[in-house]
């Protein structure tokens, strides 16, 4: 058992003041030199891998290997922000009259506001955290209340790194009091938001009288067509590995599963065949492919969408219950088949290891299910003809598009959400500059 502060509205402006202060010494640093405290920090996540990779797993029920995948993007994402922090380049623009030269710089916004989620409690922080340091930001955080210590060990890998007094400041404490006062306050240019749309847009709404800065990722709802020159047995058993990391708790998940009339019953049965075999339990036993979910409302949100599909005509092929166990909030890997793409698991984000699959006969057919959703994060295609991934990957309406695999993201891409998924991207280039404000120099009369 850990004790975590709670901090409040004085506590969230302490830190707004120290991170002012911070950001007037770290964006004079030379940007070799914030690179090798980025490198430090990340060199120090890396050496004490085992140890945080264990409290990750005990803040959030996720399986060890999971855990120490997630730390080491988390270092990664410092590791690469530290380089491409030394690429912030500008431009000279030609003039259009002989007596002018202009150019364009990108400066570091100022201070910066991170509020991430719970999901991946080290890869969230890490990837605001990171490209904002790396642009000479400084950034007050607030890592979510249900996995403080993660982002802890975070900010203490940066602190034994050497970063200076007020540049990487961390509150934990109530959520809309401290997003208020971030939004209030005229210091914080930036808010880099991570969570729910639902909350996404409460800051859009502050942020609209504020006028703040945003860059936001949200929900997702993940089409995966699945086409019939495939080998279903492997998709269909990658199927479930997929949708079962972190219990399902993945805004890039695949969700929506759409598979050909051709091959639709031998890829349910295949998907059954696996799910038989999945082996919930402690993250910490290394047997375990599948944790908890966060938290029992989670649990209850999940338990309540498959109770809805069922009543809208949603049929159970595999699972469908809480459970196993009494301790822990466990759901049992689930399989629906369902008929109408306006099911509630069709709609909505599940965010939990309930697999839907609906059939699909044409490509357009494939694409217009595919596109039939509010969210706009991942798509993914399965499919071994050129041309049919060449059109499916060019009229899919979402950021990013697995074609034939199951991670379709990287620090070093862009990483953003279409439609109601989100504003603005994280990860690679894009990353670095939307913490930078870009600046015309102009000079005239030369
Ligand atoms: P959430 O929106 O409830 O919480 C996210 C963060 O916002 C937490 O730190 C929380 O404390 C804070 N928060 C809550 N209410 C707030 C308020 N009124 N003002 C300011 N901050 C507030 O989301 P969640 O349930 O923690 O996370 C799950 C959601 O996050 C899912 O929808 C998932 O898809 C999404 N997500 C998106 C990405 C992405 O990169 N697109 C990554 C991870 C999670």
Known sequence: MTDIPF???????????????GFMVWRNVNPFDRALILKRAAALMHERLDEYAKITVLESGKPLTEAIGEWKVAANFFEWYAEEGKRNYGRVIPASRNNKRMSVIQQPMGVVG???????PAYNPARCWAAALGAGCSVVAKPSELTPLTAMLIAGCLHDAGIPDGVMNLITGDPAVIGQVMLQSPSVRKISFTGSTRVGKILMDGASVTHTRLSLELGGSAPVLVFPDVDVDQIAAE???????NAGQVCIAPQRYIVHEEIAERFL?????????????????????????????????IDRIVKNSL?????????????????????EPTLLRINQADNPCFQQEIFGPVMPVITFHTLEEGLMLANQTPYGLASYVFTNDLKTSVHASEKLEFGMVGINEWYPQAYEAPFGGWKQSGLGYECGPEGLT?????????IGGV
């Open 239 to 245: 199927s479930v590995t997929a949708k079962l990391r």
């Open 7 to 21: 901090g409040d509205k004085d506590s969230c402006l302490e830190g707004i003041a120290a991170a002012e202060k």
């Open 311 to 331: 009543a809208a005509g949603a049929e159970v092929q595999f699972g469908g219950h809480k459970g196993p166990g009494s301790k822990g909030f466990f759901f």
């Open 269 to 301: 049965q295949a998907v059954k065949k696996k799910m038989q075999s999945i082996i919930s339990g402690n993250g910490l036993d290394p047997k375990t492919e599948m944790g908890p979910l966060i938290r029992e409302v989670q649990r209850e949100n």
């Open 114 to 120: 991170a509020i991430t989620a719970w999901n991946f």
């Open 434 to 442: 939307e913490y930078t404000e870009k600046k015309l120099i102009s």
